[in-house]
């Protein structure tokens, strides 16, 4: 596992992302720097990567779930209901590549800015 550190706003937290070939690609994309927007309980921008569907490809995913989503070639962070939620899941817009996960996901909650930095930590 690789460790990358987020910073979106004022708010920095770092994320464990797997081996899968996804979280490959984003990693060589390293460092990004963007604009990022909010669905729900979830944040999500853009990544200069473009990744097929990978065969656990999902979209009800685990608060601190970070993922890639094809249709949109955009990394995805998930900490609650989005507006495609039934009852209190986090359920992307269509299936996700699951890349990494969160290691505090209860500051995701207080997440309030746009640009965000992603980053190899260490």
């Known amino acids: 596992m690789k460790a990358v550190r987020f910073t979106i706003g004022e708010t920095q937290f770092e994320a464990d992302f797997n081996r899968s070939k996804t979280a490959r690609q984003i990693l060589e994309a390293l460092p990004l720097d963007a604009s990022g ?12 990567v473009q990744v097929p569907y990978e065969k656990d490809a999902r ?6 779930t970070v993922a890639y989503w094809p249709e949109g ?25 699951i890349v990494g996960r969160v290691r505090k996901p209860e500051v995701l909650a207080g997440l ?11």
Do not use: H, M
Request: one cysteine or more.
């Open 59 to 64: 979209d009800i995913v685990d608060p601190g």
């Open 112 to 122: 309030r800015g746009r640009r965000v930095k992603v980053e190899r930590a260490g």
């Open 37 to 48: 927007s909010y669905w729900g309980g979830e944040f999500y921008f853009s990544v200069p």
């Open 73 to 97: 070639l955009c990394l995805c962070i998930f900490w609650g209901p989005t507006p495609a939620s039934e009852r209190q899941e986090c359920r992307a817009a269509s299936r996700v590549n």
